[in-house]
């Protein structure tokens, strides 16, 4: 099983509507975040979350909110999708601290949620 | 504030061509850290180096090796004898020390495509 798991793989849905895209994580890290991938503009930060009661915005966060609901579990939300949020997103996860020799800040990713809004 | 540019946006070479991604950087810290990642067409993000800015060698990791020079604010990838498994979408990314490393601000990807 992957250590980062993002639900739902795949969706479609109309202008207008919720839509909650979910991650989980195994790795036991404490830090997790909320990127968006478009085409030409590489992975923006939307949330980020160094744990469970630190909540923060980041480059593009207008349209979007995020929930931590445990050390494992941190949602994004969109409350109310329009077409131009149609975009791949990813949930990544990465360690508290730098250990050498170790992951070292390095951000671990889901699968991605794909995502379009009609 | 920080950015990372990678001006390449689509590099095609024919099998066993040797390519270089190039990556540029800002930052104001003294202490960041560097990334490469790849995104093949299947499209998870792999994991392929990290570079802490006080190590200035340079690494090589069998086909691929890394330069990173901090007088240019570079740190640039090339792949030796490219394959066609090498076709991806390549992205570079920084992040600070203040942050323990993660919060990585990526450039916008290289779409690298070696042809047989």
């Known amino acids: 099983d992957a250590d980062v798991t993002q639900t739902p793989r795949n969706r479609i849905t109309k202008t207008g509507k919720r839509i909650m895209l979910e991650c989980s994580q195994t790795k036991g890290h404490d830090r997790m975040y909320w990127y968006r991938q478009d085409p030409g503009l590489g992975l923006r930060l939307i949330y980020y979350?160094?744990?469970?009661?630190?909540?923060n915005k980041g480059e593009i966060s207008d349209g979007y909110s995020v929930s931590r609901q445990a050390q494992a579990k941190f949602s994004l939300s969109l409350e109310s999708a329009i077409p131009n949020q149609t975009a791949l997103y990813f949930c990544?996860?990465?360690?508290?601290?730098?250990?050498?020799?170790?992951?070292?800040?390095?951000?671990?990713f889901g699968e991605g949620s794909r995502l379009t809004v009609l | 504030a920080q950015k990372v540019t990678q001006a390449q946006t689509e590099i095609s070479v024919v099998e066993k061509e040797d390519v270089t991604l190039d990556c540029v950087y800002e930052?104001?810290?003294?202490?960041?850290?560097l990334f490469w990642y790849k995104q093949p067409p299947s499209g998870e993000l792999v994991f392929l180096i990290r570079r802490n800015s006080f190590d200035e060698q340079n690494e090589i990791s069998g086909r691929y090796s890394w330069n990173f020079q901090k007088s240019t604010s570079s740190f640039n990838f090339t792949i030796t004898a490219s394959q066609v498994v090498d076709s991806a979408v390549y992205f570079c990314a920084l992040s600070s020390w203040r942050n323990q490393g993660g919060k990585l601000i990526f450039g916008q990807g290289t779409e690298l495509s070696v042809k047989p």
């Open positions: 979350s160094f744990d469970v009661k630190d909540i």
């Open positions: 930052t104001r810290d003294t202490t960041y850290y």
């Open positions: 990544a996860t990465s360690d508290r601290y730098i250990r050498t020799g170790g992951s070292a800040g390095e951000l671990f």
